[in-house]
């Protein structure tokens, strides 16, 4: 009855959206003065202020750069692939062969999902105007993409020699962001959780907790809110506080590696951890989902510098530099440790890089970047090691390395950030801005804390209204997901 329930709500939501967003589409190709999206875009003006016209009294859009605009949208398709493609294939090699379909399932509807989300309202709440002018959350006067326009670009989102791609290019590669956030997430709840939970649950933390910590940190508006707040200083509060976050360290990775430890602890170990052998089912697609991730994490990187740009190629450099350290510097550490290289560490080892660069990315010099690499494989082999002694089951160690990596990155950004690099950023405390540290924690550690209490609450909450809780039987956790949740096997020899 609650399975029919649910697929009746869905279809009546799906109809229902589809009727209020039909309200939204607009066919027009030329653009009055009068219209209301006109004032989040950039149009021609002349000397004083205003609009320059064309003999039918149109706006004539800002000029728009084909190459920074291909390579945002190449970015953009760079980044996806990342969840469906490197993140899917990575944590299903991770897993027990029971539960590989049930894994790369969660990541890949993941993608379907949060993309409707971010059309829907996620961008509006973490982009568009702010809400009150707090820099908290944003306003749902972009729900539908209603007022993001294809063909002009906006005037708060582009690169470091301004806005030269159109707005929507903006959008669709900050929502490759918003997807793989939630996906990271499934690291820590593998094995265990029932995927009917699972969709909603994505649902609402990409709502509540990555829409909020995004708009907090990236969210950038016209003077004064689009003339709303007087005064208003433009950014989400920890941007006006003067945190740096380049690509996501602190509104990606942190977010998702802390509640992902909520997840664990709160859903409880898997049956037989620690008593029976839980170990990567299939190697060769945790090396082929790392190196995806690697390729992906370029466009991730670089793509944020929002044009191509000079910090696209400081960010490409410095994200390649510091994921080779932290390859050789995690292999070493295991070598040191147990006697043995592995190959499953050095593809940790990477990621680990790669989540610790994507902050500082854009802000540092490769000397620079090459220190965060050591850093993170230390701090995150050291955090691994840790959660195991602990017996906290994040099964792929979600907090480890993203939490744990993110943390580390966003503080070492303080360090190492060089304005040079990127005119809007500054210099951190190594380069004598020693407030620039501080700015970082406050803004990592808000995160940090939101993420943690918001996930406990979603968690707490859905564990009370769902039938027999969020957690798949114990008959079904021996089975497998994969064939309790979605009758499929993953690999089929007779």
């Known amino acids: 009855m609650f399975r029919k329930n649910i697929t009746i709500f869905m279809l009546v939501g799906i109809l229902t ?7 939204y589409l607009m066919n027009a190709s030329a653009y009055k003065p009068g219209d209301p999206g006109v004032i989040y875009h950039c149009f021609a003006t002349d000397s004083t202020g205003k609009y320059n016209l064309t003999a039918e009294g149109d706006l004539i859009p800002c000029e728009i750069n084909p190459g920074d605009n291909a390579w945002m949208m190449t970015a953009s398709a ?16 991770l897993t027990r062969q029971k539960n590989a379909v049930n894994t790369l399932n969660m990541v890949f509807v993941a993608t379907g999902l949060v993309a ?4 829907l309202w996620g961008y509006s709440l973490a982009f568009g105007p702010d809400a009150g002018g707090y820099g908290f959350i944003g ?39 918003a997807i793989i956030t939630p996906a990271l997430i499934v690291a820590a709840m593998v094995e265990r959780m029932k995927w009917s939970a699972f969709v909603i649950f994505v649902l609402l933390w990409a709502t509540f907790v990555y829409d909020f910590c995004a708009h907090w940190t990236w969210e950038i508006t016209g003077p004064d809110n689009y ?5 208003y200083c ?12 380049f690509a996501g360290g602190t509104v990606i990775h942190i977010t998702s590696g802390w509640s992902g430890l909520v997840i664990a602890l709160m859903l409880g170990r898997r049956i037989g951890y620690g008593k029976v052998p839980m170990e990567p089912h299939n190697i060769s697609l945790v090396v082929l989902g790392a190196a995806l991730l690697w390729f992906g994490w370029f466009g991730f990187n670089a793509g944020s510098a929002g044009a191509a740009a ?7 450099v410095a994200t390649q530099v510091a994921t080779a350290m932290a390859v050789v510097t995690w292999s070493l550490l295991s070598w040191a440790h147990t006697g043995r290289a592995s190959t499953v560490g050095a593809a940790s080892g990477a990621v680990a890089g790669l989540v610790a660069i994507t902050p500082a990315s854009g802000f540092v010099s490769p000397m620079s970047a090459l220190v965060i690499g050591i850093a993170a494989s230390v701090g995150c082999y050291a955090a691994v090691m840790f959660k195991n002694s602990r017996k906290w089951d994040d099964a792929l160690d979600t907090w480890g390395v993203h939490g744990i990596g993110g943390l580390i990155g966003a503080l070492m950004t303080g360090l190492f950030a060089e304005k040079r690099f990127t005119p809007w950023g500054d210099n951190g405390l190594v380069f004598g801005n020693p407030p620039q540290l501080l700015e970082n924690a406050v803004g990592a550690f808000a995160s940090l804390a939101w993420a943690m209490g918001i996930t406990a609450i979603i968690i707490k ?17 021996e089975i497998g997901l994969d064939l309790t949740q979605h009758g499929e096997r993953a690999y089929v020899s007779e």
């Open 139 to 177: 306003t749902l006067d972009w729900a539908g993409l209603y007022n993001v326009f294809h063909d002009v670009p906006s005037i708060a989102y582009g690169g470091i020699t301004g806005t030269t791609i159109p707005h929507q290019t903006y959008m669709v590669f900050q929502m490759m962001f």
């Open 227 to 231: 003339g709303k707040n007087p005064g």
């Open 310 to 316: 000079t910090n696209a190629t400081s960010a490409f």
């Open 116 to 119: 409707v989300q971010w059309v």
């Open 17 to 23: 959206t589809i009727t209020v967003t039909s309200t």
């Open 78 to 93: 760079l980044v996806l692939i990342m969840t469906p493609g490197g993140l899917a294939i990575f944590y299903s090699g």
């Open 234 to 245: 433009g950014f989400g509060w920890t941007g006006c506080f003067g945190s740096l976050d």
């Open 461 to 477: 909450i859905m564990d009370k209204v769902w039938p027999g809780g969020i957690r798949v039987t114990p008959k079904e956790e």
